[in-house]
Every structure is written in C-alpha cells, then in structure tokens.
C-alpha cells in the first residue's frame, strides 16, 4: 500500500474509531481533519519546511482541545549553536504535541509501544506516520538491541548539531516519578551534551496516564471528549537553568541533580494549583 493511502485509511478508522466511542462532537472531528491535513498535505504545498506544518498540527490540536501553552523561564538557543539533550517529565499523549509545537526540528525519544498499544489500534497508519515525518526516535523499553540504536540515533542527531529530548520517567504518569533512568545522562556526559531540564504541568490534573484517579485519565478518547468540553486547558512549561554536561563526570549525581530540581518544581506547580494561583502568573504564552 503507498504512504499516501495508508495514510488515508489510518485517518478513516481514526475518524470510525472517535464515532464508536461517542464523540460526535463536530469540533473533534474537524480538528483531527485539520490536523491530519497540516500534518500530510499541507507541508508539501504551503510550507517551505516540514517543521512549518508540524507547529500548524500542532497548533489546531491544541486550539480544538482549548489547550494554551504558558512558558516560563523559557532560554533560545545559545549562540554557539551546541547541541542539547531536553529533559521533561510524561503526563499525557499531549506532551509530544506541546513539545513539538515548542521545538518542531527537535528528535523526541518515544516508545515504539505507542503504535502497538490497544488503544490506538484505529490511529496505528497515523501513529506510523507521525513516527517517521515528525522526527521521532522509536525505542523498544527493555531491548538492549533497541537502545542500543537509540544510542547511535542520539549521538548522529547530536554531530549534526540537532537537540534530542527524551522523557526519562520512562513511561506517562500522574505524579512524576523517580528515580529516572540513567542511560540519556550517561550518553549526554560521555558526549560533552548540555542538558536542558523541563518541568511541565497541566492544570486541574488533566493528564492521560496510567496511574489516574478519574475515568478521563486512562483513555485517550474519553481525555479528548473531557478537554473538548472544558474551555481553561492550560500546560505550563518551566526551564530550567542550563546544565554544561562536560563539567560533570558522573552521570548518576547529574540525574540525581535533575530530579531534585525538575521534582520541585512540579510540587510547586501543584501547591500553586492548589491555591489557584497559577492564572495570575502567566509569563510567556503561545
């Protein structure tokens, strides 16, 4: 079958699949259309880099979830240009689409599990799609072999100065979870790669993760019909100081130091939610 049709029969059961589990909300159906069009057509036509329409997919999923990105203590990228390993913490299936509308030309590290799992056996041609058009590095948890390539697929991205970021909890989450895994540190001190922490939160515990308290958060379409219904969706994303990685010689202290960090920040963000004090301290939003 041809990348193109295979690409339409994903969006027809992605679409088949939405109306059998209920969502006939018109404002789904068009959003994911759009999506999918900025997603395939669209960069081909109107946009002179793939990273164009990226951010316009990503930006329709987002506005047809009423779902706003608040930046704080956001840093551009240095003048020497060095490569950067990104490090956030996993909530939802949201994550890569927040991320990628942050950073569209940076290689994220994503289970190939994601494609496979039940979930999302209607949206398996788009998942693929996405996998190999957004630039995504695919790992098998547990396959020597498979970090094995992830390793190499990392140190290439990072010759050719391109930042990679992966989300070291090793798996999506409610509350972050530590201790990290340390293969991504240990690869970023051998290589001299700076590291650049993110914490990010969702207001009102709007997640998609395994170890939820309310229905909405185990699965992905009952998350989309919750959000499409609520009208304050919000993602905050806090950078954090950057990490030199050639002055650190031990890896576990550097991921140690990351965790403290990035952990302290989300109980912040908790705390702050808690006592609604988030929507006055918007810094940055896209």
């Known amino acids: 079958m041809k990348k193109k049709d295979f690409f339409k029969k994903g969006l ?4 088949f699949y939405i109306w059998y589990k209920g969502v006939l909300d018109p404002r789904i159906i068009n959003g994911f259309l759009r999506s999918a069009y900025h997603t395939y057509v669209s960069p081909q036509l109107l946009y002179e880099s793939p990273e164009e329409g990226i951010q316009k997919a990503c930006q329709t999923i987002l506005n047809t979830l009423h779902m706003e990105i608040i930046i704080e203590k956001y840093q551009q990228r240095g003048k020497n240009g ?15 689409v927040v991320l990628k509308k942050i950073l569209p030309r940076t290689h994220v590290i994503v289970k190939q599990e994601t494609s496979q799992q039940e979930v999302f056996f209607a949206f398996v041609g788009m998942i693929d799609y996405v996998f190999e058009n957004w630039n995504i590095i695919p790992y098998s948890q547990g396959d020597r072999e498979s970090g094995a390539r992830v390793k190499q697929q990392m140190a290439k991205c990072w010759s050719q100065g ?3 970021l992966v989300f070291p909890e090793g798996g999506v989450k409610k509350n972050m979870k530590t201790p990290f895994f340390p293969g991504s540190f240990r690869l970023a ?10 914490t990010l939160y969702y207001n009102h515990s709007i997640c998609c993760a395994d170890d939820g308290e309310e229905p909405f958060q185990f699965d992905v379409v009952e998350n989309l019909k919750y959000l499409a219904n609520r009208s304050d969706n919000r993602c ?22 990351c965790e403290e960090m990035m952990l302290a920040k989300w109980k912040e963000y908790v705390a702050r939610d808690d006592r609604h004090e988030l929507e006055s301290n918007k810094i940055l939003t896209v």
């Open 12 to 15: 027809q059961l992605m679409i």
């Open 82 to 96: 060095k490569p950067l390993l990104f490090i956030c913490n996993h909530h939802s299936y949201l994550d890569l």
């Open 162 to 164: 391109l930042d990679v």
């Open 189 to 198: 001190v051998s290589k001299g790669i700076d590291i650049q922490p993110i």
């Open 236 to 257: 905050y994303l806090y950078f954090h100081p950057r990490i030199d990685g050639s002055q650190w010689t031990n890896a576990d202290f550097l991921k140690s130091h």
